[in-house]
């Protein structure tokens, strides 16, 4: 009878309980408190208080329930927080959540009003999509128009299934905007939203300044996101129609767990959680880099981060303002070289491989053919250019645009067309001009279908390198590990080394020999070939190709493909005939050719390398080795940035990381890579200015020994300039060809730099070594 009692007791406690963490429904009137929470069916997701990063506050929202570090993906309250634990949520019988401190009675959030006239027997579920919805108890669960749902109104991430957009019917906004920091989930600077003034857009912006546009759908992806591809992962959607515009994602592998996340910093993020490592794994990052910055070119203005400097006009166009864009103010864009005056006569000129213009001053329409558009566009004095609204299959639809052309940009791959609206004269100058070029084509032919072919044999690449590799570990492929690279045979290398000739040999490095070869175009090429007593490997070739292949600029080394066949595996650059740098400022005779003025362009160019590296390029890369004999010169005595076989790549808002395998160059490396293995873009920078002292010195920093004070060359400048005596460092030969107001520049005064310091000349050589990846141990940092 007690034990009947007891049974009884409990039930009647349970009943008593409003709320179980065991539930993944809440009823009207049911209370969920602090420590209690709703699970969705599968336990995929739990609702309920939280406290974010380091804070203290409270907050209610939602985050994955079997995933060990808590990652939170919808805050209801994120601007007012609580300060306590006396709150509770409650569902009230007009089907609405509400938030309120049980202390003071205030409702700190709720849901809104009720978009139903009369709710009856109101129910809150958690879905296993990560969605909590509300509807009427007894009706079947409508998920696509629910009462009121969590997935209309997006915090910082989006989930699969989420709709980025607009509801046109309702007039719901679904953006995204990041938390302020990682310990407050408030509404952060940015924010990413479809601006639906013309054809509909991405837009990142930063308070109201638009930082950057991902730019229209074009029936394969954003305009500006020419690396959204297809993938086994999950498929993605815009839907346009005159009830919704959206973006959406949903999965193809349902067992994948993957999110898309506005970072404090205003960087997108795409992260896979990793079961067997229990950590977030970062999948693709929105790498910005110079060119994304909106409207950096002004109107007309095209930009193109291969190119330096990175802004130009699109033929037919000249500056606006000749003066201004000179010293690089590109603000005020460019203008038709022949103005627009609507006459007779007036066509299009198309240029391809663009990101397409703002088209917040457009016009659209979905069934219009191209032709159709053009003749739309022809009629309309104000219309400036034109082109498909859906390039997908046949292309259809059209796509208008009146007044300034503003934030093109030159896109290399999977980039769109654009018509621009030219004066009849201009058009017979730009046909012309292609007339007299159509002589050259011929003589291409050849190469033109050998660079198909190699294209087309680039998969093999593809799969030897990452496909196989992660069918073996089960992981997803990351996105920046996409390899198009051409594939050269084995018999066009040997043909144009002179099967390795030795009068065809350049040097040798870590990696091993480099030849020089011409192809049967008459192209030279340097080809790099993995020796078989080489200190590196498959490792740093692959490591190589992933970290060069995607990037774009006149200060760093081109690579045009590789080659593996058997035993053979070999990297094939652009041939610079001046060699490395390391040629002329070491030799006493060729280090005359090398005036101020050279010098100082150098310099100048390596800074320009080292800055999109750092911060300009889609990847952000840490050379790692940065030195005077990885620097190669082109026939102008233009730098290059060169052998990036030990380069690593960060992500995200990474800065440091730390290794056990340190690789480098004695001299170069910075003392807190040396000693402990951390490094960062400033491990970079500390070798540049290593570079630049050799530059300015014509001496060796490992090899240079001061008579007096055994000091090498860093040690010996940091003397001279806390003598005030920095002049005398710079090599003799330069004479009074060095411009003093080019090295007297406004900056912070330095630290002591880390240097060797008191060795004699003989410990020095007995610890000399060429070996390219031994640590330092010798290193003192004072």
């Given amino acids: 009878m007690n034990k009947i009692k007891l049974i009884f007791g409990f039930l009647v406690l349970c009943a008593s309980i409003t709320c179980t963490h065991a539930a993944d429904t809440i009823s009207a009137n049911q209370i969920l408190r602090y420590n209690e929470t709703i699970v969705s069916p599968l336990e995929t997701f739990e609702l309920g208080f939280f406290n974010p990063g380091n804070s203290t506050n409270h907050y209610v929202g939602i985050w994955y329930k079997k995933i060990s570090n808590r990652t939170v993906v919808w805050v209801a309250n994120r601007n007012t927080p609580l300060t306590d634990t006396s709150s509770e949520l409650t569902l009230t019988l007009q089907g609405v959540l509400v938030l309120r401190n049980t202390t003071t009675g205030y409702v700190v959030w709720s849901s809104g009003n009720s978009t139903t006239s009369s709710v009856r027997n109101p129910i809150g579920q958690l879905l296993d999509t990560g969605n909590f919805i509300i509807y009427e108890e007894g009706e079947r669960i409508n998920q696509e128009d629910p009462i009121w749902q969590s997935f209309d109104f997006l915090t910082d991430t989006l989930l699969p299934g989420m709709k980025h957009g607009w509801n046109l019917v309702t007039g719901t906004e679904r953006s995204y905007t990041s938390w302020k920091s990682d310990d407050d989930p408030g509404f952060g600077e940015f924010s990413y939203w479809i601006d639906t003034r013309g054809y509909p857009q991405l837009i990142l912006s930063e308070g109201r300044e638009i930082k950057l546009r991902a730019g229209p759908w074009n029936g394969l992806g954003f305009t500006g996101t020419p690396n959204l591809s297809p993938n086994t992962f999950y498929n993605f959607t815009f839907v346009l129609n005159q009830r919704e515009i959206y973006y959406q994602y949903n999965l193809i592998d349902t067992s994948v767990i993957t999110r898309l996340v506005l970072q404090p910093s205003g960087r997108l993020e795409r992260f896979f959680w990793i079961d067997s490592k229990q950590e977030w794994s970062l999948y693709w990052s929105r790498q910005n880099d110079l060119c994304d910055q909106y409207a950096l070119c ?3 203005g095209n930009c193109n981060i291969a190119k330096s400097p990175a802004c130009e006009c699109l033929k037919g166009f000249e500056p606006t303002s000749p003066d201004q864009w000179k010293i690089t103010d590109w603000s005020q864009g460019c ?5 627009i005056e609507c006459k007779p006569g007036e066509g ?14 457009s016009w659209y329409n979905q069934t219009m053919t191209l032709i159709e558009c053009e003749k739309m566009c022809k009629r309309n004095c104000s219309c400036t250019a034109y082109t498909h609204s859906n390039k997908s299959g046949t292309g259809s639809g059209c796509l208008l645009w009146f007044g300034d052309l503003i934030d093109i940009k030159t896109i290399a791959e999977n980039g769109d067309t654009l018509y621009i609206r030219m004066s009849p004269s201009e058009l017979d100058s730009i046909a012309n001009s292609k007339s007299s070029s159509a002589g050259r084509r011929v003589k291409v032919i050849v190469p033109v279908a050998f660079v198909v072919f190699t294209i087309l044999t680039s998969m093999c690449l593809y799969y030897r390198f990452n496909v196989k590799k992660q069918q073996q570990q089960g992981t997803p492929r990351s996105g920046n590990e996409d390899l198009d690279l051409p594939l050269f045979g084995l018999p066009t290398i040997l043909k144009a080394t002179n099967n390795f000739s030795m009068t ?11 030849y020089k070869g011409v192809l049967e175009d008459g192209k030279e090429i340097a080809v790099k070939r993995l020796a078989k007593t080489s200190t590196q490997g498959l490792h740093e070739f692959k490591n190589e190709v992933i970290s060069i292949s995607k990037l774009q600029h006149r200060n760093l080394v081109r690579l045009l493909g590789c080659c593996i066949e058997g035993d053979e595996v070999m990297l094939i650059y652009e041939y610079m005939p001046n ?3 390391n040629s002329f400022i070491f030799s006493k005779t060729q280090s005359q050719l090398l005036d101020w003025n050279a010098r100082y362009h150098i310099i100048i160019g390596i800074a320009r390398g080292l800055l999109y590296l750092h911060q300009d390029s889609r990847l952000r890369i840490i050379h790692r080795d940065l030195k005077v004999s990885n620097i ?15 380069a690593r790549t960060f992500g995200g808002n990474q800065m440091a990381e730390k290794t056990n395998r340190v690789v480098g160059t004695y001299g170069y490396m910075a003392p807190e890579y040396a000693g402990n293995g951390i490094f960062s873009t400033k491990s970079d920078v500390y070798s540049f200015g290593v570079l630049v002292l050799e530059i300015v010195c014509g001496e060796k920093n490992r090899e240079f020994i001061h008579k007096e004070h055994c000091n090498n060359l860093i040690g010996h400048a940091w003397g001279l300039h806390n003598e005030g005596r920095s002049l005398q460092v710079v090599a003799k030969c330069l004479g009074e060809s060095i411009n003093v107001s080019q090295s007297e520049v406004p900056l912070p005064p330095p630290k002591e730099p880390g240097f060797y310091v008191g060795i004699s000349t003989e410990d020095t050589r007995q610890s000399s070594s060429s070996n390219n990846e031994l640590s330092i141990t010798m290193l003192i940092g004072r």
Avoid: A, C, Q
């Fill in 298 to 300: 002004g109107p007309f």
């Fill in 348 to 361: 299009f000129n198309n240029y391809s491989d663009l990101k397409l213009p703002d088209t917040r001053e």
């Fill in 504 to 514: 065809n040999k350049l040097g040798e490095g870590g990696f091993g020999p480099v």
């Fill in 579 to 581: 060699k490395s740098l």
């Fill in 335 to 339: 203008r038709h070289t022949i103005p």
């Fill in 632 to 646: 190669l010169l082109d026939k102008d005595m233009n730098p290059k940035i060169s052998d990036f076989g030990t």
